[in-house]
């Protein structure tokens, strides 16, 4: 028992991730004292309860709830810190200026985007103009930007989007963190009012020069390596995968390999790695230094600092940030002559984290990069403590050790993030395995030794001498995942997983990894049952968006029919992929006068009926519709104003519901008719915006926004 009670203290960032949990699932902006109130009667508990064995229960159940108190309340202090204008409508064409912060290439044909900061326009009040903004651009001026340059350029700004379906990924949230409160496209071309190089320093200064150094790093390896093996070397450098084409994308996520294309754990920890073996190699060399000094403590005191640059180089995305915060817990335990890497480390890590950005909790990568690491370190404590001592011999049994371990490390980190791939992505790579074992050595022996080299030449413009070597593993990564991808059934669209299903998998997960002795078997069955919630999730049969612009509605197949095959991308993108349904499969909306195949979604001019279990649902487009379908449907789901018309109905969703509560999504059963909206689930709170809403004043910003994470970014430009 005392082998458990040495681990509670990994069990802090968990419940410090239940109190930020309890503090976004809340309906409305708790009170401020709402976080301290728990925390002081549970320091209470703590201060009264005797220091006996009997009390060590309710000590342990008081520390709890300490914990959740201090994530409760780290998340209340973060949300009112960030706090900053949001645009409250669509505004434009307008005319505005700004500083550029951030520039970012899309693939070839798809032009680029601009985040600014400073923005100024007459048709904007001051106290309302937001402190970020992003902008698609067509194209890029002949002289390509760099952030510190001033532009002026007229815009369509709308607010980050809202969710495009109930329990789908929120934007605005993500957004809100960041100080982004507009985003938009630039109609016509961008004029630079004045040069980086022109103005003065300022505050932010550092930041926008880093990002002019990244930018320029970027365009010397796209040049030496021209095309998607140019796109993703610089991913892996710089952090900058706006290059990687879409075919690209789409193989390396189907084969299981999009992880590498996110510098994160892997990234940071094999350039700290090499580094550390690097340097320590070096200097072992030389024999006096090797026998009269710590060079072990030297390396690791440089590998710090020159991984903290690679780290600043990549963007310091948040998954950037979470690595380095790990490996130089783990260099420092080095300098302490501690155990490097160990469950305490890792626990420490998250803590620190979930202190600093309690939003992480609620992003993809951050869950994922946890539980893969977790589950690495559990499964090799587990090994530790039943294998017995033996010795390879030969370089053939090294060689086996490294393609075992690769094969281990895959498989688990596999299984582990699988419960966070599908709920937040709803896909499940079949074949990652085989992929990793191939591109994860590859990756590790190969790219990164080459690209850690060619960052030390580039002062010496000579970084085409690693470049070039780089370039072939590279390519060789990208063709495995372009086979791998073209396997039968690579990647499979699983149902969407309901969030309590997420938490029964993760609390699972935990139990599994956290503790030590057989009980900890316990956590397969919530784990199981996690994982198997997807299939008691029905995807709704009807979707509409908060304008009333694009349906959607679930054939008798189970494929989608979507009313605008082409318009709002990013809506028709996550419905398709909520749904379980690929890009290329779904099933095409029936022209007026026609109905689908099983006659359950028939159309006409002035809208659509949709027949299932024998209830009936319009979908209204046409004001000369609503006296019919008002008498006949159960639910008439309107893009026109129908309140009025529809008094005897006995459910309207109307235009109006449509832009106070966004996307709305429908089901359809034998035993009634289910609605559910956007905005009813997200409650009022900062984030959230309404209509009528009024927003905060503006709260300055000391550093640019860091490049997003496209595995968590939903929201766009069109």
């Given at each position: 028992m005392s082998e458990e009670q040495d681990r509670l203290a990994l069990w802090l960032p968990v419940f410090l991730g239940v109190g930020i949990g309890i503090y976004f699932a809340l309906s409305s902006e708790p009170a401020?004292?709402?976080?301290?109130?728990?925390?002081?009667?549970?320091?209470?508990?703590?201060?009264?309860?005797?220091?006996?064995?009997?009390?060590?229960?309710?000590r342990v159940a008081a520390s709890a709830l300490i914990a959740a108190a201090i994530g409760f309340a780290a998340a209340q202090v973060r949300t009112a810190s960030v706090a900053a204008p949001v645009l409250e409508q669509k505004t434009g064409p307008v005319s505005l200026n700004g500083r550029v912060v951030l520039v970012e290439t899309l693939p070839a044909g798809e032009g680029a985007r601009i985040?600014?900061?400073?923005?100024?326009?007459?048709?904007?009040?001051?106290?309302?103009?937001?402190?970020?903004?992003?902008?698609?651009?067509?194209?890029?001026?002949?002289?390509?930007?760099?952030?510190?340059?001033?532009?002026?350029?007229?815009?369509?700004l709308s607010p980050p989007p809202a969710p495009s379906a109930p329990g789908a990924f929120d934007f605005q949230r993500h957004a809100y963190f960041r100080s982004l409160g507009a985003v938009g496209f630039v109609v016509g071309g961008v004029t630079r009012t004045a040069r980086a190089e022109d103005g003065p320093g300022g505050e932010g200064e550092f930041w926008r020069g880093l990002e002019r150094l990244r930018q320029d790093l970027t365009l010397r390896i796209r040049t030496t390596l021209p095309g998607?093996?140019?796109?993703?070397?610089?991913?892996?450098?710089?952090?900058?995968?706006?290059?990687?084409?879409a075919s690209v994308n789409t193989a390396m996520r189907d084969s299981g390999l999009v992880h590498l294309l996110s510098i994160s754990g892997l990234h940071v920890g094999l350039v700290a790695a090499?580094?550390?073996?690097?340097?320590?190699?070096?200097?072992?060399?030389?024999?006096?230094?090797?026998?009269?000094?710590?060079?072990?403590?030297?390396?690791?005191?440089?590998?710090?600092?020159?991984?903290?640059?690679?780290?600043?180089?990549?963007?310091?995305?948040?998954?950037?940030?979470?690595s380095f915060i790990m490996v130089g817990l783990v260099m420092v335990a080095v300098l302490a002559d501690r155990r490097a890497l160990t469950m305490r480390t890792l626990a420490w890590a998250a803590a620190a984290i979930l202190l600093v950005q309690p939003e992480s909790l609620l992003n993809p990568g951050f869950q994922m990069s946890f539980a893969a690491v977790a589950a690495l370190i559990a499964v090799y404590e587990w090994k530790g403590e039943?294998?017995?001592?033996?010795?390879?011999?030969?370089?053939?049994?090294?060689l086996v050790g490294v393609f075992v371990a690769v094969a281990v490390s895959s498989l688990v980190a596999t299984a582990a993030t699988t419960p966070f791939a599908v709920y937040h992505f709803n896909r499940f790579a079949v074949y990652g395995l085989a992929a990793n074992m191939i591109a994860v050595p590859l990756t590790s022996f190969w790219?990164?030794?080459?690209?850690?080299?060619?960052?030390?030449?580039?002062?010496?413009?000579?970084?085409?001498?690693?470049?070039?070597?780089?370039?072939?593993?590279?390519?060789?990564?990208?063709?495995?995942?372009?086979?791998?991808?073209?396997?039968?059934?690579?990647?499979?669209?699983?149902?969407?997983?309901?969030?309590?299903?997420?938490?029964?998998a993760t609390a699972g997960g935990l139990w599994l990894c956290l503790m030590r002795r057989n009980w900890r078997l316990a956590g397969v069955a919530p784990l199981i049952a996690g994982l198997g919630s997807a299939l008691l999730t029905a995807p709704p049969d009807i979707l509409v968006d908060g304008e009333g612009r694009l349906l959607a509605v679930r054939t008798a197949d189970g494929s989608l029919a979507v009313s605008v095959p082409r318009g709002n991308r990013l809506s028709r993108e996550a419905w398709l992929r909520l749904s379980g349904v690929e890009e290329g499969e779904a099933a095409a909306w029936p022209r007026p006068g026609e109905a689908d195949d099983a006659g359950r979604l028939r159309c006409d001019r002035m809208g659509c009926v949709v027949r299932a279990h024998g209830r009936a649902v319009a979908l209204v487009r046409d004001r000369g519709a609503l006296i019919e379908d008002c008498a006949r449907a159960e639910l008439v789901v309107s893009t026109v104003p129908a309140k009025r018309l529809c008094a005897g109905a006995a459910a309207v969703?109307?235009?109006?519901?449509?832009?106070?509560?966004?996307?709305?999504?429908?089901?359809?059963?034998?035993?009634?008719?289910?609605?559910?909206?956007?905005?009813?689930?997200?409650g009022n709170r900062p984030w959230v915006l309404r209509p009528s809403e009024r927003y905060p004043r503006r709260a300055p910003a000391t550093a640019p926004p860091t490049p997003v994470d496209e595995s968590e970014d939903d929201g766009g430009e069109e």
């Open positions: 401020w004292w709402t976080g301290a109130l728990p925390l002081v009667l549970a320091g209470g508990v703590m201060a009264a309860a005797p220091m006996t064995s009997q009390a060590g229960l309710g985040t600014l900061e400073r923005v100024r326009s007459s048709l904007i009040a001051p106290e309302r103009t937001p402190e970020y903004v992003r902008l698609r651009l067509k194209r890029l001026p002949a002289e390509s930007l760099v952030p510190g340059d001033w532009i002026a350029a007229r815009a369509m998607s093996g140019g796109a993703v070397a610089a991913a892996l450098m710089t952090g900058d995968r706006s290059a990687i084409p090499i580094l550390f073996v690097g340097l320590r190699a070096v200097l072992a060399l030389v024999p006096p230094l090797a026998l009269n000094f710590p060079i072990k403590k030297w390396t690791a005191a440089v590998a710090i600092p020159g991984t903290l640059a690679y780290a600043a180089l990549a963007g310091m995305a948040a998954p950037t940030q979470r039943i294998q017995t001592p033996s010795e390879r011999s030969g370089w053939a049994g090294n790219i990164m030794p080459w690209a850690v080299l060619a960052f030390a030449l580039m002062p010496f413009g000579l970084e085409a001498l690693a470049l070039r070597p780089m370039g072939f593993g590279v390519d060789a990564v990208i063709a495995v995942a372009e086979a791998v991808a073209d396997w039968p059934g690579a990647g499979i669209l699983a149902p969407a997983m309901p969030l309590w299903g997420l938490g029964l969703i109307d235009r109006g519901d449509l832009r106070a509560k966004g996307a709305h999504a429908v089901w359809i059963g034998a035993d009634g008719i289910t609605v559910k909206a956007v905005n009813d689930e997200r």
